[in-house]
């Protein structure tokens, strides 16, 4: 089963239930699923597309980072979506693992906390003419994971390293702000 507009549709006013003030920021995300837009591709660049991240705290309470390769950036483990993905929240246990070497079987989700995301982000990607890739943004739903005794082993072909960081260097004070309550 693939994941569908539907389950992004459904996941996206769940969160929006629960942030309504969060409505304008997600506003050029949610007007292209309106339009039928399949933004659960990567090739999708008339606006843009969904993406899935893990933001994963371990035992000592900090935040897992990694350092994106075609970005410069420092990021929470993440990517897009494949086809014949199972679900929007297994999309972030699989790019954890493939980035990271943290297996999704040790990693699980706060007590309490449903299949909702934790922060969804939309944010302008820049051209990569490499790839013949224009501009476009990403709608980035976050899924926040507990692990214990980590071992990171980074994915050399798009991750340049990793860093355990306090939750407030987040890479937004959006999700800095949500991560300090839980």
Not at 163 to 172: E, G
Request: some cysteine; hydrophobic content about 40%.
């Amino acid at each position: 089963m693939s994941i569908s507009t539907d389950e992004i549709r459904t996941t996206t006013a769940r969160y929006l239930a629960a942030h309504p003030d969060e409505t304008d920021h997600l506003k050029p995300f949610t007007a292209a699923l309106e339009t039928g837009a399949d933004l659960t591709s990567r090739k999708e660049f008339n606006g843009g597309h969904v993406t899935c991240g893990a933001a994963v705290i371990d035992d000592r309470g900090r935040l897992l980072l990694v350092q994106h390769k075609a970005l410069g950036r420092w990021l929470l483990p993440g990517g897009h979506l494949e086809p014949g993905e199972e679900s929007l929240p297994y999309a972030a246990l699989r790019e954890l693992e493939e980035e990271t070497g943290i297996s999704w079987h040790g990693a699980v989700p706060p007590p309490g906390h449903d299949v909702t995301p934790v922060d969804i982000d939309v944010h302008m990607i820049p051209a990569n003419h490499a790839k013949g890739e224009p501009g476009h943004w990403h709608a980035d739903f976050r899924w926040m994971f507990w692990v214990k005794e980590p071992k990171v082993v980074v994915q050399a072909e798009e991750v340049d390293g990793y860093a355990w960081r306090s939750r407030d260097t987040a890479p937004t004070p959006k999700l800095a702000a949500k991560l300090a309550v839980l």
